[in-house]
């Protein structure tokens, strides 16, 4: 069975960064691609970054040069660094990861809990 474990989160001011981490466990996988969502309250989840297994990376318009998805596959992990955060930047972010396992070759799309950014003066 795999997991993934999001930290990172926490509460700072408008302009400052934050990097959320999400880590895989388990036994016998491949992680494939890898978004970040993010749930802001009473809105929508939406897609905020993904990262591909070749480490193509894509962003929403509204976190085009402040935040920066990348991955380690060495530690089995995938980071958002976020940079010049705003008060609208404010809402859980998950991260939702692809992955293949020996008992699941087609892979499937496995979230993590959730970790909570405030940003807020």
């Known amino acids: 069975q795999v997991q993934l474990v999001e930290s990172g989160g926490g509460l700072v001011q408008p302009g400052e960064s934050l990097r959320l981490s999400c880590a895989a466990s388990g036994s016998s996988y491949s992680i494939i691609a890898v978004d970040w969502y993010r749930q802001a309250p009473g809105k929508q989840r939406e897609l905020v970054a993904r990262?591909?297994?070749?480490?193509?990376?894509n962003y929403d318009d509204s976190v085009k040069g402040r935040f920066t998805i990348s991955r380690d596959n060495a530690k089995n992990s995938v980071y958002l660094q976020m940079n010049s955060l705003k008060p609208e930047d404010t809402a859980v972010y998950y991260c939702n990861a692809a992955i293949v396992t020996a008992q699941d070759r087609a892979g499937s799309w496995y979230w993590g809990q959730g970790t909570q950014v405030t940003v807020s003066s």
């Open positions: 990262i591909t297994s070749s480490g193509r990376t």
